[in-house]
């Protein structure tokens, strides 16, 4: 992901959080069809049997929770549609 400056009115800002989001008690459920579920919704990811990396880029305004926040619902509804064996 290149790192593009969000001009705004009055400032100009990069940020950029790297995310690594877990699965529940580590479980193994990044399968074949859960990977491509979630590289469809998402843009720069990484995937791993049970984690997956995300690199965000945001403005100031949002605070890194509401983005995680708003970043793993999003994905999350995505995956249980398609995969709903995934869910607990």
Do not use: W
């Not at 992901?1 to 479980?27: D, T």
């Not at 995300?54 to 509804?77: C, E, G």
């Not at 398609?82 to 869910?87: D, L, R």
Request: charged residues 25%; aromatic residues 6%.
């Amino acid at each position: 992901m290149e790192n593009r400056c969000v001009h705004k009115r009055h400032n100009v800002s990069v940020m950029a959080y790297h995310l690594v989001c877990a699965a529940k008690y580590r479980r193994v459920v990044m399968s074949r069809l859960v990977d491509e579920t979630v590289r469809d919704v998402c843009l720069e990811i990484g995937m791993d049997g049970d984690h997956a990396h995300f690199l965000l880029q945001s403005v100031p305004t949002y605070s890194p929770s509401r983005i995680v926040q708003r970043v793993k619902s999003v994905t999350a509804r995505a995956v249980f549609a398609i995969a709903p064996e995934v869910n607990p």
